[in-house]
């Protein structure tokens, strides 16, 4: 399950429409932090609203009534190849322990490269609670300097702490899923009843809807 590939928002479209709202009333935070566990679909909310920002003036922009990206959208195909020039990702590489001050200096160099017109930057940050001390330090002070064309998603796995001093500097949003958007969920991406299937031990030990994907796929191809 690739949330850039999650077309389509469940569970998180009151959300998604609050962070709309503030959009559309010049209210929207530059510094948003979304939290909650592993799978939940934080990524996924995240590639929602960017594409949303984006898409304004594209042609089959980003649905606001269904909550739906069009895979035609042209801000959709860039960013999902990474070649979209207003935006930046950071992300834990496999082979890494930690996300590196190096990787927030190259970040810092794309802020300070000119904006297209009025367009805005947007810089998502995975796996935060991964970043290292002096990467930490050195973001603060980018994520400080006032800029109106730039906007900070980060994505942090709640079951880890992250600093106060990050945690502060940022407009927090939890998330959860109830059990039934988690069932829906997981129904609509299967498209199966997979999930009522399971016996209470699967469902104890995978109660997000990215494990259970990755499980359902594992049964699946393995037959």
Same mark, same amino acid.
């Given at each position: 399950?690739?949330?850039?590939?999650? =077309?389509?928002?469940?569970?998180?479209?009151?959300?998604?429409?609050?962070?709309?709202?503030?959009?559309?009333?010049?209210?929207?935070?530059?510094?948003? =932090?979304?939290?909650?566990?592993?799978?939940?679909? *934080?990524? #996924?909310?995240?590639?929602?609203?960017?594409?949303?920002?984006?898409?304004?003036?594209?042609?089959?922009?980003?649905?606001?009534?269904?909550?739906?990206?069009?895979? +035609?959208?042209?801000?959709?195909?860039?960013? *999902?190849?990474?070649?979209?020039?207003?935006?930046?990702?950071?992300?834990?590489?496999?082979?890494?322990?930690?996300?590196?001050?190096?990787?927030?200096?190259?970040?810092?160099?794309?802020?300070? =490269?000119? #904006?297209?017109?009025?367009?805005?930057?947007?810089?998502?940050?995975?796996?935060?609670?991964?970043?290292?001390? +002096?990467?930490?330090?050195?973001?603060?002070?980018?994520?400080?300097?006032?800029?109106?064309?730039?906007?900070?998603?980060?994505?942090?796995?709640?079951?880890?702490?992250?600093?106060? #001093?990050?945690?502060?500097?940022?407009?927090?949003?939890?998330?959860?899923?109830? +059990?039934?958007?988690?069932?829906?969920?997981?129904?609509?991406? #299967?498209?199966?009843?997979?999930?009522?299937?399971?016996?209470?031990?699967?469902?104890?030990?995978?109660?997000?809807?990215?494990?259970?994907?990755?499980?359902?796929?594992?049964? *699946?191809?393995? *037959?």
């Amino acid at each position: 399950m690739i949330p850039i590939e999650q =077309l389509k928002i469940y569970g998180y479209e009151k959300t998604m429409s609050e962070l709309i709202y503030l959009d559309n009333n010049h209210k929207l935070p530059k510094n948003i =932090l979304l939290s909650g566990k592993k799978g939940i679909g *934080k990524s #996924t909310l995240a590639y929602h609203l960017i594409n949303y920002l984006f898409s304004k003036n594209d042609e089959f922009k980003y649905d606001t009534s269904n909550f739906a990206i069009n895979s +035609n959208n042209k801000s959709y195909l860039l960013v *999902k190849n990474g070649s979209h020039p207003s935006f930046y990702k950071i992300f834990l590489s496999k082979e890494k322990k930690n996300i590196e001050i190096s990787d927030i200096r190259n970040l810092i160099s794309f802020t300070n =490269l000119s #904006t297209l017109g009025s367009e805005k930057k947007i810089i998502l940050i995975d796996d935060i609670e991964y970043l290292s001390l +002096n990467s930490i330090n050195a973001l603060l002070k980018v994520i400080e300097e006032p800029n109106d064309k730039i906007f900070f998603f980060l994505i942090h796995d709640s079951k880890t702490k992250i600093l106060d #001093t990050l945690k502060s500097r940022c407009i927090k949003f939890n998330l959860y899923l109830s +059990n039934e958007d988690r069932l829906i969920i997981i129904n609509k991406l #299967t498209n199966s009843q997979f999930y009522n299937d399971l016996c209470n031990d699967f469902k104890n030990s995978y109660n997000s809807p990215g494990d259970i994907i990755l499980l359902y796929n594992f049964f *699946k191809n393995n *037959k």
